[in-house]
């Protein structure tokens, strides 16, 4: 195929809003590609390189060659090829051939394939196509329920290789793909509710557990071998040794354990979120990194154990094979068959732990692996602070051609000014979005590319998960998972929070 197909495809997706028109669109490039280009085409219609990273930064890109005329002739894998070599690129003079290489790869390319790349390459290729859309994508393309490439996925961990299969060989291409014990699958997702009475009505029978401000982990056993895996599916196992160690102890052959590993000070409260993922940045010297920070493993679901694959069975059933094979201290809280009395005794427990809130599973559930779906319900009482806004960058997608990513800033009384701490934009409405982009520009006070700064006037309400350290902004602190509530058009930013607040959540 064609990369201008690609090309055209993802600017058609990105001006399209409705997720259904998004879908017909990617399936019906996708279902055009031989069966040796699908991985990639999945790969580059998502945003991504299969490669990874290859060192291309905006310096390389700055000053292309003109753009090659019609009509096209750049194929798909002759750029993968060209990608392929660049991420190879290393040593003396690296720059000049990196150089050299794109230079070739752009001459080809016509406008649209150069715009394609460009954005492809520096990873901002923003259009929509999130994994769920393209999943549907997949399943439209090959004639297959979402269900049946959503487990390919979670077992697999790559769409690129299982749209190839589905798409090259149907259904009994996919029968491939089953749970392989020391070989991670994508961790089942969670969706976030208001408060306990919507996720316990949405949820049906459910049980309530503690939701641990700690790392994903996910812990195979087979025999004396322990791998451990991030949410992201890397292999983590010789950071982590007491997690390794307190799973090879268990009365079992063979698990497959979905849990948190954390960070806890001597009162057993946890410490802050980087403390723990400190332990996960080095290789080098765990044995010291163990010392100083000592991780405990909560597990809260039991995949496989023993030769048996649990993933189909309700989650009730999976719950009491976790409670049969793994000893209370290694288990999330938790309470089953709970009304809403109970659920808020064991968020006010939680909460009172210093933990984020509380899971809701539903107990007929299947673990739906990779998936954000409705059976597991996130419950917090976040924090809301008003700070100002100092900057805001131009959108993609639907959110094109207005004033979307939010720059905050909490007030600084002792130097004056504000100090950023964060970028959002969860939370917008497309009324908002449009009353934000008229405001902001008016308060305009200078502008580079993509960001519009202006004047500290207007004051926004935030809702966020925490305070976390940080060295990437001024003040040392970042909020976690940042999004907007509201305006506050009553409050001026004179009186909007300080930094030396955020420091005191920081550090309470």
């Not at 980087?274 to 909560?298: A, I, K």
């Not at 049969?324 to 009395?341: C, F, I, K, N």
């Not at 100002?388 to 959108?395: D, H, S, T």
Request: proline letters at 5%; aromatic letters at 4%.
């Amino acid at each position: 195929m064609l990369l201008e197909k690609l090309a055209l495809t993802s600017e058609e997706v990105a001006r399209t809003s409705s997720r259904l028109g998004k879908v017909e669109l990617l399936a019906g490039t996708l279902g055009g590609m031989d069966a040796t280009e699908v991985a990639t085409g999945v790969a580059y219609l998502s945003g991504r390189l299969p490669q990874g990273t290859v060192g291309v930064g905006w310096a390389s890109l700055r000053d292309p060659p003109p753009p090659a005329s019609p009509p096209p002739t750049l194929r798909l894998l002759d750029v993968d090829a060209a990608v392929a070599r660049l991420a190879k690129v290393a040593g003396s003079g690296s720059q000049g051939r990196r150089r050299r290489e794109l230079t070739e790869l752009f001459s080809r390319a016509t406008e649209a394939e150069q715009r394609f790349l460009t954005r492809l390459l520096l990873g901002e290729l923003r259009q929509g196509a999130l994994e769920g859309v393209m999943v549907d994508a997949v399943a439209r393309a090959a004639g297959l329920p979402g269900s049946v490439i959503r487990r390919g996925l979670m077992l697999s961990g790559d769409l690129g290789v299982v749209a190839a299969a589905a798409i090259g060989e149907g259904a009994a291409g996919l029968e491939r793909f089953r749970l392989t014990l020391l070989s991670p699958i994508k961790p089942m997702l969670a969706q976030t509710a208001d408060g306990l009475p919507e996720a316990l009505a949405r949820a049906g029978p459910a049980a309530v557990e503690w939701k641990l401000d700690g790392a994903r982990i996910q812990v195979h056993r087979l025999g004396d071998e322990v791998r451990a895996f991030t949410r992201n599916l890397a292999d983590v196992t010789d950071r982590l040794p007491e997690v390794a160690e307190a799973v090879r102890r268990l009365p079992v052959e063979a698990v497959v354990l979905d849990g948190e590993a954390i960070a806890l000070r001597a009162d057993g409260r946890p410490q802050p979120f980087q403390v723990t993922m400190s332990r996960f940045g080095s290789r080098l010297d765990v044995g010291e990194h163990r010392r100083r920070v000592s991780l405990s493993p909560f597990f809260f679901d039991c995949l496989h154990v023993d030769g048996d694959d649990l993933l189909d069975l309700p989650a009730r059933e999976r719950f009491a094979a976790l409670a049969d094979h793994v000893p209370t201290e290694l288990r999330a809280p938790r309470s089953e068959g709970v009304d809403e009395a109970e659920a808020e005794r064991v968020l006010d427990e939680a909460l009172g732990r210093g933990h984020e809130g509380v899971m809701v599973k539903a107990l007929d559930s299947p673990y739906e692996a990779g998936r954000r779906g409705a059976s597991w319900l996130k419950v917090k009482r976040a924090h809301t602070l008003d700070l100002v806004v100092l900057a805001a960058e131009w959108g993609h997608g639907r959110r094109q051609g207005r004033l979307s990513n939010l720059h905050l800033g909490a007030r600084d009384p002792e130097r004056g000014g504000f100090v950023m701490l964060g970028k959002t934009f969860k939370g917008m409405t497309d009324q908002m979005l449009a009353w934000q982009t008229e405001e902001l520009l008016r308060l305009e006070s200078g502008r580079d590319r993509y960001i519009v700064h202006v004047r500290p006037e207007l004051v926004v309400e935030v809702a966020f998960d925490g305070v976390q350290r940080s060295r990437r902004y001024p003040g040392g602190v970042a909020l976690r998972f940042a999004r907007i509530k509201g305006y506050r058009p009553d409050k001026s930013a004179a009186e909007a929070d300080t930094i030396e607040t955020l420091r005191a959540i920081r550090d309470g």
